[in-house]
């Protein structure tokens, strides 16, 4: 079964501390692999996109990791701010049929100043 | 968020009355998609669209039926609303399956739907 789990469920951190969200697939076929932020009250947005050939991807303070032979990606978060307080989704696209992306839970992450 | 709205923003319905939610586009894409947020779950997909008048179930479909007459609008019914309904629904929209292009799949602002 196509399944994503997200650790931890949530994270409290202070301004200016780095930290690292965790994403673990068991989608297969692999397409792509995305993470979103959700601001409270608001849709998801992108922040980055990693296809199966890419292992790192960054996005201002945010760089994501994939690691496509142990099905692993993480979304490192440096020198945090007040505004990164969001839930951040990883979603995994796989290939084949109509309809592909299976969504994780998320990280609600809250930044203390 | 750019090329997608979702109206209404906010509603309040009573159990048993239909409801219909609109999701529009600019974007002139293929793919639309409604989701269903709840505490505790990943987005959840209700229906989806692959073109003007073609639609498919998701995981949670019951209780909901959607249109696509024109490629840039995408509508979510209710048919009879249930307690159970109360939830945040979001549309997306795709170029492609599986776009690779970071904005490739794009989210709606939400329509936060309460059933009393």
């Known amino acids: 079964k196509n399944q994503v789990e997200q650790s931890p469920q949530s994270l409290i951190i202070l301004e200016g501390k780095n930290c690292t969200l965790q994403c673990n697939y068991t989608v297969s076929p692999f397409s792509n692999l995305r993470w979103y932020k959700q601001d409270t009250g608001r849709g998801p947005v992108s922040l980055t996109i990693?296809?199966?050939?890419?292992n790192t991807k960054s996005n201002g303070r945010y760089t994501a990791t994939l690691d496509a032979d142990t099905k692993q990606s993480s979304l490192h978060i440096t020198a945090s701010q007040l505004s990164d307080s969001a839930s951040y989704i990883c979603?995994?696209?796989?290939?084949?049929?109509?309809?592909?992306?299976?969504f994780g839970t998320g990280t609600r992450l809250k930044v203390l100043a | 968020d750019a090329g997608i709205t979702q109206s209404p923003r906010h509603k309040v319905t009573e159990t048993g009355t239909p409801v219909t939610l609109r999701c529009h586009q600019t974007?002139?894409?293929?793919?639309m998609y409604w989701y269903r947020q709840d505490p505790g779950h990943g987005l959840r997909l209700i229906h989806y669209s692959y073109g003007v008048k073609d639609t498919d179930k998701g995981e949670v479909s019951d209780g909901y039926s959607v249109s696509r007459s024109k490629t840039e609008d995408f509508l979510l019914t209710l048919e009879s609303a249930t307690s159970s309904q109360t939830s945040v629904y979001f549309c997306a929209i795709s170029e492609s399956p599986d776009s690779p292009r970071p904005n490739g799949y794009t989210f709606g602002s939400g329509t936060r739907l309460t059933v009393v």
């Open positions: 990693m296809t199966f050939s890419e």
């Open positions: 974007e002139n894409h293929r793919y």
């Open positions: 979603v995994v696209s796989a290939r084949g049929g109509t309809y592909k992306y299976i």
